[in-house]
């Protein structure tokens, strides 16, 4: 759960976070506002700052992945839910992520493991791991998140895993390392953005013997609802990346 992290959006859509740990909440290009304030507008979903109509209301865990910082190119919600899915991660799982990016799966995984559960993000870039940390800590699920400095294709340190779910260039490298680390019916996830990355990491994890070694892509159309009629979108959030997944 995401414990008092409120979505403010203003007139013109624009989309902000604010998180209401301290007596007053300092709003990027809205100023600084009393968090008691906020929690009261709640009720009604509407605060009015200088004269600005603003829309207040619990954020989600897609409204904080579609607001926080990033420096890597981020995973998207489509791709992000698939990935929880497939790996079947829920209330205590144990699961190990490599590539912190900018922390938007950390903060899914967070979201469905729990606080019985526990995750623990792999990263060897330090700029990476700094944003990465600043986004999770802005919800308040650190209780169950450990960010460690390492290579997952060299090593893993955790034994008995219900999933690995890795966003980096080379999974094919660390399917070894995960296959000791993952329990007997494990899940494996790599996210690539390329045909050819899809290729080598399936015959890599056939070749170390997982089993329901399969890829996956996943598309995304709105659908443009009027009063006479609906039809597909003309936009498409189509190809931004393949999943490749195994069992252990």
């Known amino acids: 759960m995401i414990k008092e992290v409120i979505l403010v959006t203003d007139e013109k859509g ?40 603003l829309s207040v ?16 190119q981020m995973l998207t919600s489509k791709d992000i839910a698939m990935m929880v899915h497939l ?12 590539g912190a990016g900018s922390g ?3 903060i899914a ?19 990476f791991a700094e944003i990465a940390k600043r986004n999770v800590e802005m919800t308040s699920l650190t209780g169950a998140w450990t960010l460690k400095m390492g290579d997952i294709c060299k090593e893993i340190e955790e034994r008995d895993l219900d999933a690995l779910l890795i966003d980096i260039p080379n999974p094919w490298d660390c399917v070894g ?17 390329n045909v050819n990355q899809v290729e080598k990491g399936v015959h890599a994890l056939r070749d170390n013997g997982y089993s ?15 009063e006479g ?18 069992r252990r």
């Open 87 to 98: 790996c079947d991660v829920r209330c205590g799982s144990r699961v190990v992520e490599g």
């Open 177 to 193: 390392t995960a296959k000791q680390s993952l329990r007997t019916g494990g899940r494996f996830c790599a996210f690539v953005p």
């Open 229 to 246: 009629g609906v039809r597909p979108s003309f936009d498409m959030l189509g190809h931004t990346g393949y999943l490749v997944l195994a």
């Open 104 to 106: 938007a799966l950390s």
């Open 14 to 53: 624009r989309k902000y976070l604010a998180r209401l740990r301290d007596e007053m909440v300092s709003i990027q290009n809205l100023g600084t506002i009393r968090a008691d304030t906020i929690r009261d507008a709640l009720g009604s979903g509407e605060l009015v700052i200088g004269g600005k109509k």
């Open 57 to 72: 209301r619990p954020a989600t865990v897609d409204d904080v992945i579609s607001v926080i910082e990033r420096k890597a």
């Open 109 to 127: 995984l967070l979201a469905s493991v729990g606080e019985e559960g526990q995750v623990t993000t792999y990263e060897i870039r330090e700029d």
């Open 212 to 226: 329901d070694v399969r890829a996956v892509e996943t598309m995304q159309r709105d659908l443009v609802v009027h």
